[in-house]
């Protein structure tokens, strides 16, 4: 009799709840069937990202992996599901970067194809290996299934941002750096832990609710199915108030007597290096430099490589710059430079170059984080395809992470381009900048959500470092971001124009991120496991 009731009960629920209908279904999916569901979820999980910020979608994502991992029976099946996941996500979150080939169609137009379906089919191999080791570690608890993922897929996170030069773009721990509601209170949790300690903390908050699928615990003890969602509740509420707390005590605080004007010349990225463009392309950076205003700024910035010339082997073009640049102040530009012989430049830099107001240079910084393919070829040796930036040729890399002592400015850190994307990367720890400045170009991309997602990471660093972040970007988003990750002044993608902005300060201590780097991960990935070692345990 007692079978019977139990057996019925189950039935019921299985009849009236449709959460527990789809896990269940999820479940015993096979084939073509599982991975086609599973690379759905994956671009659910990348539309909770910048520029969508759709957050909640990160609920049905990996609540939802966790129901389809339940049907998989070995660690090739596991490691082919997660695969499959993260081909979805990649595909949805990267599919920008094959838009860079389109500036010369008519050179790359056969690596379109396999450029949009290369990297996602090569980074899915890290989301492959998250869930090959969430099935080794074989959790099958409420709770130890969550953390399980959680840590899993941090790992592997983490992974792909250091490995072959790393490129750790669209953590999970971004999707509280966009536009959804209460989004930025969380993200006030990275200074503390970082970006991949948020990623951690929200998968794991995104699987808890992978309970509520679960018929077993629906039947017995319906508390006990409701209770790890209600868990995920009280979480975000937790670190959302925290972070509350933290941003109530920020202060709006500038350095005195700095005036920074960012240009925005927004120039298609097939006409800034047209040589019947080059010279208009110049002219409208110096008239927006010296547009209405000018005489209230001190300092100019303008985005990566606007000047399209070498700059340390052209006085002519310094000169015509020294016209716009502040009396006292300086002009910070991208360019490219080249050591002599200038007959035969073999090795070029992406730089950094300051100008003051006769022409002279007073400082350079040369970038050492360079974009794999696009200012580099790995292997050139074995590689006839030449690098898509720099006319096909190498740039060389720079010492590493420098702090510039400028006159007039606090020292800042430079950083062009993708090196703002690199956690506890961004500045010289003998020489801690008070502010970071990022210049960068991405109209490779167009309008797509890549630049959205790159200033979003760019906000993140700001709060991981408490430091400003100034950022000048040739077609945006460029702007002015306090320590605390907060937007004091923006100007939109494709925008024309400049922002004229004080120059937060920077907070007096360094927040725990900022000491500790990635070992605060470390001791998270620890508390997390702990629920692992219990359930092997019993």
Not at 428 to 440: C, E, G, I, Q, S
Request: hydrophobic fraction near 50%; charged fraction near 15%.
């Amino acid at each position: 009799m007692t079978e019977t009731r139990t057996s019925l009960g189950f039935e019921a629920v299985m009849a009236r709840d449709p959460v527990q209908r789809f896990a269940t279904w999820a479940g015993s999916l096979t084939g073509w069937r599982r991975h086609g569901l599973a690379a759905l979820l994956g671009v659910l999980a990348a539309a909770a990202l910048p520029p969508v910020d759709l957050v909640p979608l990160l609920v049905v994502s990996f609540s939802g992996l966790v129901w389809l991992a339940s049907g998989v029976t070995g660690r090739r099946e596991a490691f082919a599901l997660g695969w499959s996941f993260g081909f979805g996500f990649f595909l949805a979150g990267f599919y920008w970067i094959a838009l860079a080939l389109l500036v010369d169609i008519a050179t790359y137009w056969w690596l379109l194809p396999p450029a949009l379906v290369a990297l996602p089919v090569f980074f899915g191999i890290f989301s492959g290996l998250a869930l090959l080791a969430y099935e080794a570690i074989g959790a099958r608890g409420f709770l130890s299934r969550p953390c399980a993922l959680g840590v899993a897929w941090t790992a592997c996170e983490w992974l792909r941002g250091h490995i072959l030069t790393g490129f750790p773009w669209n953590l999970v721990g971004y999707a509280w750096s966009g536009g959804f509601p209460g989004a930025g209170t969380v993200l006030q949790t990275t200074a503390t832990t970082g970006i991949y300690g948020l990623s951690l903390l929200t998968v794991i908050i995104a699987a808890l609710p992978a309970s509520l699928g679960d018929p077993l615990l629906g039947a017995a003890r319906p508390w006990r199915r409701l209770a790890p969602a209600g868990a995920a509740l009280l979480l975000v509420a937790a670190l959302a108030g925290a972070g509350a707390i933290r941003l109530a005590g920020a202060g709006d605080a500038m350095v005195p007597d700095i005036r920074l004007r960012l240009v925005q010349p927004s120039i298609a990225q097939n006409l800034k290096w047209d040589a019947q463009e080059r010279e208009s392309n110049f002219q409208r950076l110096l008239t927006l430099s010296a547009g209405p205003g000018h005489d209230q700024v001190t300092d100019v910035i303008w985005p990566e490589a606007a000047a399209t010339f070498y700059l340390n082997r052209d006085p002519a073009r310094r000169a015509a710059i020294a016209t716009v640049v502040p009396r006292g102040g300086l002009l910070i530009t991208g360019a490219l430079r080249t050591e002599p012989p200038p007959e035969a430049p073999l090795h070029a830099w992406n730089s950094l170059v300051a100008l003051d107001d006769t022409g002279a240079i007073r400082g350079n910084y040369d970038k050492f984080h360079l974009v794999p393919f696009g200012e580099y070829m790995p292997l050139r040796s074995l590689s006839p395809i030449p690098a898509i930036a720099n006319d096909g040729v190498d740039f060389a890399a720079g010492p590493g992470p420098r702090t510039l002592d400028l006159p007039g400015l606090p020292p800042v850190g430079m950083l062009i381009c993708y090196e703002v994307i690199f956690p506890g990367e961004v500045s010289d720890p003998a020489h801690r900048p008070a502010w970071l400045l990022n210049v960068t170009n991405d109209a490779w991309y167009g309008f797509s959500s890549g630049p959205f997602q790159h200033f979003a990471i760019a906000r993140v660093r700001a709060i991981e470092e408490g430091l400003p972040l100034v950022r000048s970007a040739n077609n945006g988003i460029s702007g002015v971001i306090d320590a605390y990750g907060r937007v004091v002044r923006r100007l939109g993608l494709d925008d024309i124009g400049v922002v004229d902005s004080g120059l937060p300060v920077g907070l007096a201590q360094p927040p725990l991120y900022a000491r500790l780097g990635d070992w605060v991960l470390v001791i998270l990935m620890l508390a997390a496991s702990l629920p692992l070692l219990r359930r092997r345990r019993r």
